[in-house]
């Protein structure tokens, strides 16, 4: 309390030995407030509790260490005591005269030149570190900013739906609609091309030309089902093939008439101005468009088309390939002829050249088939399969002796096989039973692409076969001699079988379904042995789909199929006179998890047809489906397309198990199939 007396008593400007300095506005300022608050303020200027922090303390001499910070600490006090005093006489002499901004600014400037020189380092260490956040900020926003700007982005993938639905025709029937997967409009993503028709309710057009279906052919953007283009037709479409490659006119090309080299159909990138052809094939013509506009390029007649077109090796020397199609012959004597025209024009090579057959039945084939030798062969046939070298259809066409040199190699293992050495059939199978299905042993072949392009003929021109012979035999015969690798004995087949990877030995199996009594049972066949790796029995629902499967990442492949119910727990039931289920699920079975089924989707609708489309960004697939919706009243059903996205739906699939004897949890099951990615062949 004396040293506060002491300190109000002390003159104006005069320092005491120990105590603070006295100035009256500081005084003035501190009048309002209390004594005790003074006190407890100037208790650190009197030295109090400076020595120890637990006890009152002594005040310390200044010539120790404890004395020489209190003194540090006065004569700063006293020089900000001085700086803002002067500042303050500086400001009040500026207010009359001109320029007191800069009066203003010289004693701020000074003030913090003499009073707060530890600031100035603060407020730059401030702006520094400032800086060096916001600098490396803003890099990344402006690098963020250019590759949004900048990068190009996939069409497809900025577009892709999970799934999505259009209506684009009527349906008379059960018949599928043919259709083909390629990517017209170059967005990374395939797009589906489909015969439509649509009945006319125009009763002029029907009274006077006796039709009331209109035709056409739609691209469908795959990645949200919209229209990219449409075009009309004169009559139903039986086959929609893309993929063929045609060189445009004026862009030079292989010289007409020169022979052509082997690499013809061996896969690979297009021709740089090649223009990717879709063509379309009905009873009597057959056109070609182009698949990006939907543009006609040409039209020819073709007699009574009876099969898709085979692309086969160049034989003109314009560097594209030609087609090869059967076709009823003009004569009514023979029963089959083999037809080629050219893939750049469509016109006729040569004539049609007629076969006699000793069978009649299921029209087989044709198919293409290059040997380990190099040698092209055709395989085709009713109800029985025969081959003959595509050098003799050439020959017989043409007239010509001359090969060209993809044509001149002969394969003697394949040749050997001849009858007699005048005849140009080398018979391959013939039997009680008559050849329903011959298709190549390849997975993922069967998805209904229907291309025309190189690696597509490659893959499947140098497989085995699967033979399909009635409803209850199924051999795989080698293509090195066409000999029978084994053969299963079943019952009831109802549609062509599908190839997939379901063990790890590379070679593909089989997906093979049978209907009878309303059960539908569904088989997994070794590919390599014939040996049955999975079956399952489900309620039948009365549908007739062949089934697909789809490549993952991991190197197998999941198969999807068809049905109703399993049967699994409902073995006592009665197999006869089953009612048809109103509901059809689709199912999709991977060869990790045997005794689990997802269930995908389920409709009460028809499906006619279906395929699979990759995504090849994404790594995912989606499954296109042709259903025919009933409509009310008497009239036809709507023909509905559908996309699955494959990935989506197995995020919400119900999960299915057949049996007990699995203890992986739903967690787990559903985190796998979520994590699925899938692949092109």
């Known amino acids: 309390m004396a040293a506060a007396l002491s300190r109000a008593l002390k003159l104006p400007g005069k320092k005491g030995s120990e105590l603070g300095e006295y100035d009256p506005l500081t005084q003035a300022d501190s009048e309002d407030e209390s004594e005790e608050d003074d006190l407890v303020l100037n208790y650190p200027r009197n030295g109090l509790g400076r020595g120890n922090c637990l006890g009152p303390g002594v005040i310390e001499p200044r010539g120790s260490r404890t004395g020489k910070l209190v003194e540090e600490e006065e004569l700063e006090e006293e020089e900000d005591d001085d700086g803002w005093r002067a500042g303050r006489k500086e400001r009040g002499a500026g207010l009359g005269r001109e320029g007191a901004g800069l009066d203003e600014e010289g004693a701020e400037g000074g003030a913090g030149q003499v009073g707060d020189p530890e600031g100035r380092k603060v407020r730059v260490r401030g702006a520094v570190r400032t800086a060096a956040f916001l600098l490396p900020l803003a890099c ?71 039709n009331s279906k209109e035709y056409s052919v ?68 057959m056109a070609a468009l182009n698949a990006s506009t939907g543009k006609k390029m040409w039209e020819v007649h073709a007699g009574e088309a009876e099969s898709q077109a085979v692309a086969v090796p160049d034989l003109q020397g314009d560097g594209v390939p030609e087609l090869l199609i059967a076709a009823l012959p003009a004569d009514q004597e023979s029963d089959l002829s083999l037809v080629l025209h050219s893939g750049q024009s469509g016109s006729l090579i040569g004539q049609p050249v007629n076969f006699n057959l000793t069978a009649q039945g299921k029209l087989i084939g044709p198919l293409l088939h290059e040997t380990a030798a190099g040698a092209y062969y055709i395989l085709f046939g009713l109800g029985t399969v025969e081959a003959v070298s595509l050098r003799d259809i050439y020959r017989k066409a043409t007239g010509r002796t001359a090969m060209p040199l993809s044509l001149s190699v002969k394969d003697p293992i394949w040749e050997k096989q001849r009858k007699t050495n005048s005849s140009t059939l080398i018979h391959i199978y013939s039997g009680p039973e008559q050849a329903e299905y011959l298709l190549p042993l390849v997975a993922g072949l069967c998805n209904n692409h229907n291309n025309l392009d190189a690696g597509s003929t490659h893959n499947s021109s140098h497989s085995d076969w699967v033979l399909v012979c009635g409803s209850s035999r199924v051999s795989v015969l080698r293509q090195r001699d066409t000999h029978t690798a084994w053969t299963l004995n079943s019952s009831a087949i109802h549609s062509r079988p599908v190839a997939g990877h379901f063990n790890d030995d590379g070679v593909p199996d089989l997906l093979i379904q049978q209907s009878a009594n309303g059960v539908r049972k569904v088989q997994i066949i070794d590919g390599a042995s014939g040996r049955c790796l999975w079956e399952t029995e489900f309620v039948c629902p009365r549908l007739v789909l062949e089934g697909s499967s789809i490549m993952t990442t991991s190197g197998q492949s999941v198969f999807l199929f068809w049905a109703g119910d399993p049967l699994v727990p409902l073995r006592n039931i009665t197999k006869v006179n089953t009612p048809e289920p109103v509901l059809r699920k689709l199912f999709l079975l991977h060869p990790a998890y045997t005794r689990i089924l997802q269930e995908l989707f389920s409709t009460t609708d028809t499906a006619l047809t279906a395929t699979v489309s990759y995504q090849q960004l994404q790594k995912d697939a989606s499954y296109l489906v042709v259903l025919s919706r009933p409509v009310s009243g008497l009239g036809p059903g709507a023909q509905v397309v559908r996309s699955l996205g494959v990935r989506a739906s197995l995020a919400g699939a119900r999960v299915l198990r057949l049996g007990e004897e699995s203890r992986t949890s739903t967690f787990q099951i559903s985190k796998f199939f979520r994590d699925l990615s899938f692949r092109e062949l």
Do not use: M, Y
């Open 140 to 210: 990344a926003t402006l690098v963020v900013l250019l590759c949004a700007f900048l990068v190009p982005c996939q069409q497809g993938a900025l577009q892709q739906q999970a799934h999505w639905e259009t209506q684009l025709g009527d349906v008379g029937g059960v018949t599928s609609p043919p259709l083909a997967l390629w990517d017209v409009d170059s967005d990374g993503v395939e797009d589906l091309v489909i015969a439509v028709t649509k009945i006319s309710n125009s009763s002029v057009q029907t009274s006077s030309l006796g």
């Open 218 to 285: 739609v691209a469908l953007r795959g990645g949200s089902g919209e229209l990219i283009w449409r075009r009309p037709v004169n009559e139903a479409v039986s086959s929609v093939q893309c993929g063929l490659h045609t060189i445009p006119p004026g862009v030079s090309g292989a010289a007409h008439g020169l022979p052509v080299q082997r690499e013809t159909l061996q896969p690979g990138p297009a021709e740089p101005h090649a223009s990717p052809v879709c063509l379309l094939i009905s009873s009597t013509r």
